[in-house]
């Protein structure tokens, strides 16, 4: 069964089963005793801090293994902030970032702290120069993914880490989707990362903190791991996590490049394949591994349960599939389409027949799911004399408003208007994402009395 999320969780790479298994032998005693057996396990500890530490790019003594990626992130923002709180208490993200660090940034605003988020374009990248003019004066900290967790864009962390300097404020960056295909660029301050995004066993996160950075742990703590991560060391999984790293990077060309070249294939016949697609991320700048798509009328959670039911793990920031029933806040941020959505990320060694595989089951899949939906599958029908419609889609949920939209824009002259009445948020997203697929003006959105939102569209042609 072909497994197609590796951004959410690699599967566990060879080198780090064969360290993990070793280490359960040589390393289950405390790496802080003396004796033979401590002694053992302080070697191993110390082994794998050396060959994170060189992939990261930093010093040994810079890097501490944590409990997770999110728990590195957590104490990296609580403690550059707690150590800068002299300079300000306002920490600067873009509007991308994983979720961890917007919940570090809630929990910050929530004590009384200020917290400003930079935008990004339409492929979800900020603009350095953006990012630099919101380094104001009691700045103590940014943050900056090194590439996005959803639709792949990398970001210009060199320019923003430049701008930065410039502006003395540390810049954290969270490396946990880029790691393991190469080291960060430019002069971060602070970095994180997640072993189960590269193949290392889940439950080991890594934080770099550069010396003359100032940091001030948040939290009860130990003796290990400098303070920064208290509690006994995994040292197996750590051990497994460091190994399999050093393996990664040594494939990362030549399986990037492989990668890279299936990923474009399926960016550029997806459209082909699929009426009424929209490929979001950057075309160029991105992960080797990752696509992201979404697909006009289609139920996201319907979509991926079928998907599954022919063999294909994948997963998707629409809201028909979170708990939630909002869209991704990146998708969001992006502005674009966010019903039907689909990221394929591709573990290392995916062959091309699984992908082809994919590509000749997606169609049939997508037009079952909007054949059931009732979507729209032939030219609009002749205008009728009526200048404007309103669509009652209240208590109705993605993709529905957006087809019932489709049905009748073509009730109207050109010139007339569709309002849609909605209560779903992901209405705000995908009606106008619909417009400039289909060529139709979106005027605007206003509140409904009564609750729900109006959004009106304008027919152009």
Not at 14 to 26: F, G, H, I, T, Y
Not at 83 to 93: A, H, K, S, T, Y
Request: glycine share 10%; hydrophobic share 45%.
């Amino acid at each position: 069964m072909p497994y197609f999320d590796a951004a959410s969780a690699a599967p566990l790479h060879p080198v780090a089963r064969q360290a993990l298994l070793a280490s359960l032998d040589e390393g289950w005693a405390d790496p802080a005793r003396l004796y033979r057996e401590g002694r053992r396990a302080r070697l191993l500890l110390d082994a794998a801090r050396e060959a994170a530490a060189e992939a990261v790019g930093c010093r040994p003594d810079e890097l501490v293994f944590t409990p997770s990626g999110t728990r590195a992130v957590h104490a990296g923002i609580s403690g550059a902030l707690a150590g800068r709180r002299r300079v300000g208490d306002r920490l600067v993200v873009s509007a991308v970032e994983h979720s961890s660090v917007l919940h570090a940034g809630e929990t910050h605003a929530a004590a009384g702290g200020t917290v400003t988020e930079v935008p990004v374009d339409r492929s979800g990248a900020v603009d350095a120069d953006v990012f630099a003019a919101a380094l104001v004066p009691g700045t103590a900290l940014a943050c900056l993914q090194s590439a996005n967790h959803e639709v792949g864009t990398e970001q210009p962390v060199a320019e923003v880490a430049e701008a930065c300097r410039a502006a003395e404020v540390p810049l954290l960056v969270d490396a946990a989707q880029s790691l393991g295909w190469g080291p960060v660029a430019g002069g971060w301050s602070l970095l994180t990362a997640s072993a189960h995004k590269w193949g290392g066993p889940a439950g080991v996160g890594l934080l770099a903190v550069r010396k003359g950075v100032r940091f001030a742990p948040q939290g009860p703590s130990d003796e290990r791991e400098s303070g920064r991560a208290p509690g006994f060391e995994n040292l197996p999984a750590i051990v497994a996590a460091a190994a399999s790293l050093r393996a990664v990077r040594a494939e990362a060309e030549a399986e990037g490049a492989r990668l890279r070249a299936l990923v474009d294939g399926i960016r550029a016949r997806v459209p082909q394949l699929v009426p009424d697609v929209e490929v979001v991320g950057d075309a160029v700048r991105r992960l080797p591994h990752l696509v992201t798509f979404s697909c006009l009328y289609v139920d996201g959670e319907t979509l991926l349960h079928e998907l599954d039911r022919e063999g294909f793990s994948v997963s998707s920031g629409s809201s028909c599939t979170s708990s939630t029933l909002t869209p991704s806040h990146v998708l969001r941020a992006m502005g674009v389409l966010s019903e039907g959505n689909v990221r394929v990320s591709l573990p290392a060694g995916t062959s091309e027949e699984d992908v082809d595989r994919f590509l000749a089951v997606l169609p049939g899949v997508v037009a079952g799911v909007r054949e059931r939906l009732g979507a729209p599958v032939s030219a609009p029908s002749a205008p009728a004399p009526s200048g404007s419609l309103v669509v009652d889609s209240l208590g109705k949920r993605c993709p529905i408003p957006v087809i019932e939209l489709a049905k009748v824009i073509g009730e109207v002259p050109v010139g007339g208007t569709v309002t849609v009445l909605s209560d779903d948020e992901a209405a705000r997203l995908d009606i106008p994402a619909w417009c400039e697929m289909r060529g139709q003006e979106y005027v605007g959105e206003s509140p409904r009395p009564g609750g729900g939102t109006a959004y009106v569209v304008r027919r152009v042609s």
